[in-house]
C-alpha cells in the first residue's frame, strides 16, 4: 500500500487549494481514506475522512464548510478541497488509510500513512 499526496504550496489567506492522494494498493471500496494536518509543535489532528464502502464523509469542526473531501475511482484519488484557508490552516498535511473501523478520527487507527505535502497560509 503506498500514499502520494501532493498539492500543497503557498496561499494568501482567503484562498483556496486542492490536496491530492493518490493510492496505490489500496481499493478505495474498501478503506477509510483521511486527511490529518500537523503544524509544528502540535500533534496530529484530524481533517476529514471519506469511507469507502458508501461513500459518506466526515469534517472536524474545523473543517465543515470550508473543506470538502472526495474520491475520484477511476483515478484512485481522494482529493481534499480547502476553501477560505487561514493562516491557523498552516500545517503539513497527511492522507492515511484504514480498512477496520466506521470514522477512524485518531492517528491510531490508521493503517497506512503516505508522506505530507506543506500547507502555508499568509496573513
Known amino acids: 500500500v503506498q500514499l502520494q499526496a501532493s498539492g500543497g504550496g503557498l496561499v494568501q489567506a482567503g484562498g483556496s487549494l486542492r490536496l491530492s492522494c493518490a493510492a496505490s494498493?489500496?481499493?478505495?471500496?474498501?478503506?477509510?481514506i483521511g486527511w490529518f494536518r500537523q503544524a509544528p509543535g502540535e500533534e496530529r489532528e484530524w481533517v476529514s475522512c471519506i469511507r469507502g464502502r458508501d461513500g459518506s464523509t466526515f469534517y472536524s469542526q474545523s473543517a465543515k464548510g470550508r473543506f470538502t473531501i472526495s474520491r475520484d475511482k477511476a483515478k484512485n484519488t481522494v482529493d481534499l478541497q480547502m476553501n477560505s484557508l487561514q493562516p491557523e490552516d498552516t500545517a503539513v498535511y497527511y492522507c492515511a488509510a484504514d480498512l477496520s473501523s466506521e470514522v477512524p478520527r485518531t492517528v491510531l487507527e490508521y493503517d497506512y500513512w503516505g508522506q505530507g505535502t506543506q500547507v502555508t497560509v499568509s496573513s
Open positions: 494498493g489500496v481499493i478505495l471500496d474498501d478503506y477509510v
